[in-house]
C-alpha cells in the first residue's frame, strides 16, 4: 500500500492484518474529514516514536470530540490500541460513544508532551538540590 496509509507495522516488515486494514481505512476517513493525514509523517519505525496524533479538531472545530476519539484510536500506531473488529469502529464512527467522550480532567502526564518531561525532571532536580543546599547552609535540622 501508499506509505501514508500503511499501517506501522506494515511499514516494519510484518504481515498484514485486519488491524492493519482498519487502521489504514480509519486513515482514509480521517483525510475525508479533514484534507489531512493524521500523523505529519508516514509512521516508519525511524520517526514513529516521535509521531503526535494531530486532532481532527485542529484542522475543523466543528467536528464532535467523540468522532476525534473514535478516529484517534482508530489510528493508533499500536494494533493492539486499535478496535477489535471493523463492526465496533464502524458503529463508533457512525454514532457517539459515551465511553469516548473525554472528561474534563485527564492526569498531567496525558497533558504534557512526552518530550517536555526531560525538561521538567532537571528543572525539579535544580530546584531540590538547592533547597537541600539552603537548609543545609542554614543549619536547620
Known sequence: GTES???PECLEGDRATP???RYS???IAYELLTGHLPYAKPP???VRRRLRYRSIREFNPDLPVWLDAC?????SLRPESRYPSLSEFLRDLGHPNP???PT????LVDRVPPENWRFIAVVSLVLNGLLIWLVWMNGVD
Open 44 to 46: 516508519r519505525p525511524s
Open 99 to 101: 465511553a469516548l467522550t
Open 71 to 75: 478516529l484517534q484510536r482508530s489510528v
Open 19 to 21: 488491524a492493519s486494514d
Open 104 to 107: 474534563a480532567w485527564r492526569p
Open 25 to 27: 481505512l480509519a486513515v
Open 5 to 7: 496509509y500503511a499501517a
